[in-house]
């Protein structure tokens, strides 16, 4: 989770500061100074989340799956904690220029977080699979740390589903985007209306002018409506999307 948000304000901030520092020796340079918050406040939760499981988890009557838990865990605080502090001393350095910012971060290992990451929650969902159906119970310590875990691991699962959906309505946005843009304007036309039109030989609207865009430009392609007014293939393809009639008469094309 912390690698997926690094990746998000990191770039973002890095786009926003990219607009270059110039200097008459050295050319346009990157100031890092992204404070990483998120990050740090995660880093600080993920220890204490550890220190918590490791001192209560292990009093349970069966603390082999726990101990692994609670050890892959360690790593992860770890290996965030090690790049977070990297990044601390590099606050406020000038780089000699983004490129130059991003390879320093690669060395960095950003990606071991993730493999941590997805360990540590593959973990957790064997744990949560055993003791299915979870009981929340509050009497003893070794209770009281099952029914954290078990509520910290729905709401991780809450998370992950919900960017999944997320990802999946964006990557649909997009390629329906990507399809209604390339759509041929006639199949348009074809889709948003119920009722034939003509394509029009160039020869029958020379000098005429489309009322939608008040251009005479007879290299377009023209239509002819079923009301008999003329216009250009792509004013009227993106005109009836939006109103679905003629736009001189107001005939309905449906």
């Excluded at 101990?67 to 865990?73: E, H, L, Q, S």
């Excluded at 360690?74 to 977070?84: D, F, I, K, M, Q």
């Excluded at 078990?150 to 390629?175: E, P």
């Excluded at 079923?226 to 993106?238: A, L, Q």
Aim: net charge neutral; aromatic share 12%.
């Amino acid at each position: 989770m912390d690698y997926a948000a690094d990746v998000f304000t990191d770039n973002d901030i890095a786009n926003a500061n990219d607009t270059g520092r110039e200097d008459s020796v050295f050319g346009p340079q990157y100031i890092y100074d992204d404070p990483r918050y998120f990050s740090k406040i995660y880093v600080l939760l993920k220890s204490i989340g550890f220190v918590v499981y490791a001192t209560t988890l292990t009093t349970c009557s069966t603390p082999e799956l726990y101990i692994t838990m609670i050890g892959v865990m360690g790593v992860s605080a770890l290996n965030s904690a090690r790049y977070e502090y990297n990044h601390y001393q590099k606050y406020g350095m000038t780089f000699p220029s983004l490129d130059e910012y991003h390879r320093w971060k690669k060395d960095q290992w950003p990606k071991s977080r993730a493999a941590f990451s997805i360990l540590e929650l593959g973990i957790k969902i064997v744990v949560f699979i055993k003791s299915f159906p979870p009981q929340f119970d509050f009497r003893t310590i070794c209770q009281v740390a099952q029914s954290i875990l078990y509520i910290h691991i729905l709401i991780l699962f809450m998370i992950y589903a919900f960017a999944g959906i997320c990802t999946v309505c964006v990557i649909s946005s997009i390629y329906c985007c990507n399809e209604f843009i390339h759509e041929p304007q006639t199949r348009i036309i074809s889709r948003v209306i119920q009722r034939p039109i003509v394509t029009l030989p160039l020869l029958t609207v020379l000098n005429e002018e489309c009322c939608i865009c008040l251009d005479n430009d007879n290299i377009q392609i023209w239509v002819l409506l079923p009301c008999g007014h003329k216009f250009h293939n792509s004013c009227i393809s993106r005109w009836l999307v939006a109103h679905h009639t003629c736009p001189v008469c107001r005939l309905s094309m449906r």
